[in-house]
């Protein structure tokens, strides 16, 4: 019996087509549907019993709280029934690494949920979008793939959502993961070779079942000679959290720090991130973290530290707690 597993479109390149088959880079984004796409894949029905369903059609660079919200809510209902085995999405590659983690976050399910986009619309030369959409329906109908967390699907390797970042504005493999994917799609078939270590989805703390709404979480980037007033009017603003993408080891130059205390004094809380791209931003190392209550990001990317930290913050808010997170998770 073949798995039964549904396809949630919500736009991005991967829906997208170009003036003609050389534009790789240059087309219309998120204009084909999701049954476009799957009628125009040949053998995909052969892999899985498959339902479709259009919750968005737009670029994943226009995905705010609401939309995942919303494409959570979708996901977690489908895979209540007992009648699905497994969800794909179709997505935007902008963001695609935040959506993916955030379900890995909030979707209490074993079943394998595989987000899935590509780096040129399907009108191009070699277009990436039509066995990257294949695979992802082979790694969501295998049973290898349950109890793995939310998955990226991309260029024949399988990602895990909470290590997978987008690394390129326009090469096939601009997806990596720090520690490498969990596997392969060879063959038409899924191959795992590694597991995650981190909680993850019915082990999470935290449901879409019982969020209601996202804090609001911002992210600061460090540069050469950064003026103090970007925290200081952030700060001003309707934020929970504040996250410093800084340079190194999440270093903080000498003038922002006061302002960075002030907005700790003001209930905002503020994590420590790199904008290298990787590596472990060690608590109490570059800055004296305990002293002014903020909160080290541990090896998490500064987008998807935005990411767990919005979702943290519809739990508990004390510092030790959200700290605890970051090497939970």
């Not at 935040?98 to 191009?124: D, N, Q």
């Amino acid at each position: 019996m073949n798995a039964r597993v549904v396809i949630v479109g919500t736009g991005g390149t991967i829906a997208g087509r170009g003036a003609s088959a050389a534009h790789t880079a240059t087309y219309d984004c998120s204009v084909e549907t999701v049954d476009d796409l799957l009628d125009a894949l040949p053998g995909a029905r052969d892999l899985a019993d498959i339902q479709t369903a259009q919750l968005f059609q737009t670029g994943s660079e226009n995905f705010g709280n609401e939309e995942l919200l919303g494409l959570a809510r979708h996901v977690r209902a489908l895979l209540k029934r007992d009648d699905i085995d497994g969800v794909v999405v179709t997505h935007g590659t902008d963001t695609i690494d935040e959506t993916a983690y955030f379900l890995h976050l909030v979707v209490p399910s074993a079943k394998p949920v595989v987000v899935v986009g590509a780096m040129r619309p399907a009108s191009a030369l070699s277009a990436d979008g039509p066995l990257n959409l294949y695979n992802a329906i082979v790694v969501a109908s295998s049973a290898a793939s349950r109890g793995k967390g939310t998955l990226v699907v991309s260029n024949d390797e399988i990602h895990s959502a909470r290590d997978v970042v987008k690394t390129s504005t326009f090469k096939q493999e601009a997806f990596r993961s720090t520690f490498g994917p969990l596997g392969y799609v060879v063959e038409g078939r899924a191959r795992f070779y590694r597991l995650v270590a981190r909680r993850h989805t019915v082990e999470s703390e935290w449901s879409i079942d019982t969020i209601q709404a996202l804090p609001e979480v911002a992210i600061v980037y460090a540069h050469g000679g950064i003026n103090r007033t970007v925290i200081e009017h952030m700060a001003c603003s309707d934020v929970d959290a504040i996250v410093y993408a800084g340079t190194g080891n999440g270093n903080v130059a000498h003038e922002l720090i006061d302002s960075l205390v002030k907005a700790r004094a003001r209930h905002i809380h503020i994590v420590r991130a790199s904008r290298t791209g990787s590596g472990i931003v060690i608590r109490n190392a570059a800055q004296p973290d305990d002293r002014y209550g903020w909160i080290a990001a541990d090896d998490q990317v500064p987008h998807k530290a935005r990411i767990l930290m919005m979702v943290a913050l519809t739990g508990t808010r004390t510092t030790h707690a959200l700290q605890e997170a970051f090497v939970t998770y």
